[in-house]
Nanobody
């Protein structure tokens, strides 16, 4: 089992930055791929970014160049640095863990999920 706890969400103005954190516990963090997903009101949950157990990263097109995913295996934590935020980035952001280690856009590959953290970007 893996427990995930997100933090760092909040209300910001367009153009601002936020850094989300996700602390993991329960099994070897360094073996896991980690992902961030988001769900806006009235929409399905969508992929945002992922980080394989090694160094590979993947991003959804609309966040490329603005968001950066990183991980600190010593702290069992994955981060999502979000810059140049836009109102359309408003959503609940979820951290997820993929035990295969590869990292993927496919939600079904992620077996463990956090409770989510709200990000609201005002115009």
């Amino acid at each position: 089992q893996v427990q995930l706890v997100e933090s760092g969400g909040g209300l910001v103005q367009a153009g601002a930055s936020l850094r989300l954190s996700c602390a993991a516990s329960g099994r070897s963090f360094s073996d896991l791929a980690m992902g961030w997903f988001r769900q806006a009101p009235g929409k399905e949950r969508e992929f945002v970014a992922s980080h394989s157990w090694r160094t590979s990263t993947y991003y959804e097109d609309s966040v490329k160049g603005r968001f950066t995913i990183s991980r600190d295996n010593a702290k069992n934590t994955v981060y999502l640095q979000m810059n140049s935020l836009k109102p359309e980035d408003t959503a609940v952001y979820y951290c997820a863990a993929d035990p295969t280690g590869w990292g993927t856009r496919v939600e079904a590959k992620y077996n463990y999920w956090g409770q989510g953290t709200q990000v609201t970007v005002s115009s």
